[in-house]
C-alpha cells in the first residue's frame, strides 16, 4: 500500500495528537502524489491540506461539548419535576378550579422544557451527523482524486505509446517515400 502510514487518532485526542496526526498525513499526501522525475503541485497539495485540516477540524467540532453537562441535568430534572407537579396538581386539583389553572400552567411548563431538553439533543445529534457526512464527503472527494490521477497516468502511458507507435509509423512512410523517390520514374504511354 503506502511506506507511510498516519497513525489512529486516540479517543478524545489532545491538540498536539490533532497536529501530529495532520503533519503525518500531508507528508503521505506529498508521498503518494509525487512522480519520479518531479513533486507533487502545490495547488494539488494545497487542495489535500484544506481537505485533511477541514476534516479534523469537523472532527474536533464534533467531539466538543458546548452545553456543560451540569446544566442539561439540572434543566432535564426541573422540566420532569414542573411536569410531574402539574400532573398530579391537575389530577388532585380537578374539582378546583383555582387549583387547576396553576396545575395546568406547571405542566405546560414542564413539557416546554421537556421540548427544550430534547430539542437540545436533537441539535447536538444533527451537528455529529453532518460532521460524519462532511468527512464521508470529503472522503469521497479524496478517492475521486486518486482515481482520477490513476486515469491521468493510464493516459499519459497511453500518449507516449501512440507517440511510439507515431514516430514508427512516419519513419515508415519516410521510408517508403523516400525509396519511391530513388525509383526512375516509370513512362506513360509513349506516342
Known amino acids: 500500500m503506502t511506506d507511510l502510514q498516519a497513525p489512529e487518532l486516540p479517543l478524545n485526542p489532545s491538540p498536539e495528537q490533532r497536529a501530529e496526526y495532520i503533519m503525518m498525513r500531508l507528508e503521505q499526501f506529498i508521498r503518494e502524489g509525487r512522480t519520479i522525475d518531479e513533486g507533487m503541485s502545490f495547488k494539488q497539495w494545497q487542495a489535500m491540506a484544506k481537505a485533511e485540516i477541514a476534516i479534523a477540524i469537523a ?11 451540569v446544566t442539561r441535568r439540572l434543566l432535564f430534572m426541573t422540566a420532569a419535576c414542573l411536569t410531574t407537579i402539574g400532573f398530579w396538581g391537575t389530577a388532585v386539583s380537578l374539582h378546583k378550579t383555582a387549583y387547576l389553572v396553576g396545575a395546568l400552567v406547571c405542566a405546560g411548563a414542564g413539557l416546554l422544557l421537556l421540548l427544550c ?8 445529534w444533527r451537528r455529529k451527523k453532518d460532521a460524519e457526512l462532511r468527512i464521508e464527503r470529503l472522503a469521497n472527494i479524496e478517492a475521486l482524486n486518486k482515481r482520477i490521477k490513476g486515469l491521468e497516468r493510464a493516459l499519459e502511458k497511453e500518449e507516449k505509446m501512440l507517440e511510439k507507435k ?3 509509423t512516419r519513419k515508415a512512410v519516410d521510408q517508403l517515400h523516400a525509396a519511391q ?3 526512375p520514374p516509370v513512362p506513360s504511354g509513349a506516342g
Open 59 to 69: 472532527a474536533a467540532q464534533n467531539e466538543v461539548q458546548k452545553d456543560d453537562p
Open 117 to 124: 431538553v430534547g430539542e437540545w439533543r436533537f441539535r447536538k
Open 166 to 168: 507515431l514516430k514508427k
Open 181 to 183: 523517390m530513388k525509383e
